[in-house]
């Protein structure tokens, strides 16, 4: 017998006090959960997210509590993820972060930083 995963339903309300916490904008926060503007403000009228938003918000929370310990505030994570980053092509991370790939390029990214390897 498999045993099957679920992962629990995102309260919205979360969602909407990361964006707050991380200046992140409502485009923004839609393109990182892979959701037109529109989609995400219907979403956000409803209690939780369904289960394949509430899996990349989980992963998003990740990548911002990890730069929160690499940059030690909300505010220079904010701040670093809406700049054009070298090791990243070029890219701030947070355009990066609205693909899978792109977000664990971020979250390597901020696990160098965080122990110091700067290259």
């Known amino acids: ?34 959701v037109s503007e529109k989609t995400y403000y219907n979403m956000m009228q409803k209690n939780h997210l369904d289960a394949e938003r509430s899996d990349r918000f989980h992963f998003i929370q990740q990548i911002l509590t990890s730069g929160e310990e690499a940059f030690g505030s909300k505010a220079n994570l904010s701040k670093w ?21 792109g977000a664990n390029r971020v979250l390597h990214v901020l696990g160098r930083i965080k122990h110091g390897i700067t290259s």
Not at 12 to 32: N, P, T
Not at 81 to 101: F, V
């Open 81 to 101: 993820l809406k700049t054009p980053q070298s090791t990243l092509d070029g890219y701030t991370p947070l355009n990066m972060m609205a693909t899978i790939t």
């Open 1 to 34: 017998m498999t045993k099957e995963y679920r992962i629990e339903a995102t309260d919205s309300a979360l969602v909407k006090e990361a964006a707050v916490d991380y200046g992140i904008s409502r485009d923004e926060m839609a393109g990182l959960l892979g």
